[in-house]
């Protein structure tokens, strides 16, 4: 049982390249989520899928586009990456019948030079 | 204003002391108020939440919300070098997603 697993950890990209950040989970979780963590912000949400088939936009959409694969896998893409998404990116998932407790994966350190 | 507020630290403290973290939050609505740790370069993982006001004591960890002044606390006794973390306050929003603070950096000294 291995969690939340992302790949790659680490990330070099240049401006306007285009990546995606791949997030599975085995622990049967319906909802999904992706995050960014950036010095004294906390973390912001960015995409979210409440159950398969379904994403919604979180409180920085802007520059991203995600897919939840199907129920294990919630991928999110850079389609021109720019400096500003600089920052360390976070999967989580969340079993049903929780009070929001979210599961978080080892996260994903993105330079965008 | 954002919605929830934390002192980043960081906060140093020698081994056996009392750690106080300390959160404020904007909007009287919430209600369950969650506190996470993150080790450095690691995923913020689930310590504790409370609903409402009131106590919750796990442990070395007691968690405290006081609703009418919209201040959440965590308290660490006799506190541990394997404490040293970032510690993220989250608070349950409207539509049901967390809002994080932007955590305060613990640092336990042996």
């Known amino acids: 049982n291995a969690g939340v697993t992302q790949t790659p950890k680490f990330q070099v990209l240049k401006t306007g390249q285009s990546m995606t950040l791949q997030c599975a989970q085995d622990?049967?979780?319906?909802?999904m989520y992706w995050y960014r963590q950036d010095p004294g912000m906390g973390l912001r949400l960015i995409y979210y899928s409440a159950s398969e088939g379904t994403t919604d936009k979180g409180e920085v959409p802007n520059g991203y586009n995600v897919s939840r694969l199907n129920k294990r896998e919630f991928s999110l893409r850079l389609e021109s990456a720019a400096p500003s998404q600089t920052s360390v990116y976070f999967c989580?998932?969340?079993?049903?019948?929780?009070?929001?407790?979210?599961?978080f994966g080892p996260g994903t350190r993105l330079t965008v030079l | 204003q954002k919605e929830v507020e934390q002192d980043p630290g960081p906060l140093s403290v020698p081994e056996g002391a009392i750690v106080s973290l300390n959160c404020t939050y904007s909007?009287?609505?919430?209600?369950?108020f969650m506190w996470y740790r993150q080790y450095s370069r690691k995923g913020p993982e689930l310590l504790m939440y409370?609903?409402?006001?009131g106590n919750k004591e796990d442990g070395r960890f007691t968690a405290q919300v006081d609703k009418s002044s919209k201040y959440i606390s965590l308290f660490i006794r006799d506190s541990q070098p394997s404490d040293s973390a970032t510690y993220l306050c989250?608070?349950?929003?409207?539509?049901?997603?967390?809002?994080f603070g932007g955590g305060t950096r613990l640092m336990v000294k042996p």
């Open positions: 989250a608070i349950l929003n409207a539509g049901n997603m967390l809002t």
């Open positions: 622990m049967n979780h319906n909802s």
């Open positions: 409370t609903y409402s006001s």
């Open positions: 989580a998932g969340m079993p049903s019948g929780t009070v929001n407790e979210q599961f």
């Open positions: 909007n009287s609505a919430f209600q369950y």
